[in-house]
């Protein structure tokens, strides 16, 4: 979810268990979103991506969802594992056309699994 | 192959100092784009190449400039920093600066400003 303040969203699941990782974007012409893993001294990790013409996309034990109606886009990750353990960041790609698009990140979501 | 390399994966340098970032990417992507990222905050966006032609810099202050001196080289010149610019500077690749293009991002660069 969307967090307040300095504090990063927290999300702490046992190996094995199915993890959700929720965001709400801002902007309703957005067409375009991506999830990032990124791990704790690296750069963003592309996971997954869906467009706004799609309301799910799968790929391996991840799956997107997207609600254009309430603005909300969710990563799920089945069977959890260690090597997950990340901050998760949603990125809409917003622009009106031409060479002016953006990535605009989300505020980020600490994933800990638990062994 | 997705991989964008950045060099130097540390920098330290004073307030005085003059220093350069590197990246650097084999991919045929003829888009590339600096961030800055904060302890616990996600990355922001500082300037976009397209083509090898800059078209969008996010009001960045000009002790930060950046160059691309071909469609694979991406450097970001620094000069005279402060102390709050301390960061990891992140750049990333796409195949174009279009609509739904897919960015990869590099290892990023830690930067400290004494």
């Known amino acids: 979810g969307e967090s307040v303040g300095l504090h990063l969203p927290t999300l702490s699941v046992q190996e094995g268990d199915n993890s959700i990782i929720n965001c709400a974007y801002s902007?309703?012409?957005?067409?375009?979103f991506i999830w990032y893993k990124q791990e704790s001294g690296k750069g963003p990790q592309f996971i997954i991506d869906i467009r706004s013409n799609m309301d799910k996309r799968q790929g391996q034990r991840v799956t997107v969802l997207l609600n254009k109606t309430v603005k909300h886009l969710s990563l799920q990750i089945a069977a959890t594992q260690p090597g997950d353990s990340a901050v998760y960041f949603c990125?809409?790609?917003?622009?009106?056309?031409?060479?002016?698009?953006?990535?605009?990140f989300g505020k980020g979501t600490l994933l800990t699994v638990n062994p | 192959d997705t991989e964008v390399t950045q060099t130097p994966k540390h920098l330290v340098m004073g307030m005085t100092n003059k220093k350069s970032l590197k990246c650097e990417q084999h991919?045929?992507?003829?888009?590339m784009y600096w961030y800055k990222q904060k302890a616990k905050k996600p990355p922001e966006l500082m300037f976009v190449?397209?083509?090898?032609?800059?078209?969008i810099n996010e009001s960045v202050p000009s002790r930060f400039s950046p160059e691309c001196p071909n469609s694979s080289l991406l450097n970001l010149h620094l000069h005279a920093l402060q102390p709050e610019d301390s960061a990891l500077y992140l750049c990333?690749?796409?195949?174009?600066?279009?609509?739904?293009?897919?960015?990869?991002f590099g290892p990023g660069t830690r930067l400290l400003v004494l």
């Open positions: 990333a690749s796409s195949q174009g600066h279009y609509r739904g293009e897919t960015q990869y």
């Open positions: 991919m045929g992507h003829r888009a």
């Open positions: 190449y397209s083509y090898e032609k800059l078209s």
């Open positions: 902007n309703s012409a957005s067409d375009y």
């Open positions: 990125a809409e790609n917003i622009g009106s056309g031409g060479s002016n698009y953006k990535l605009t």
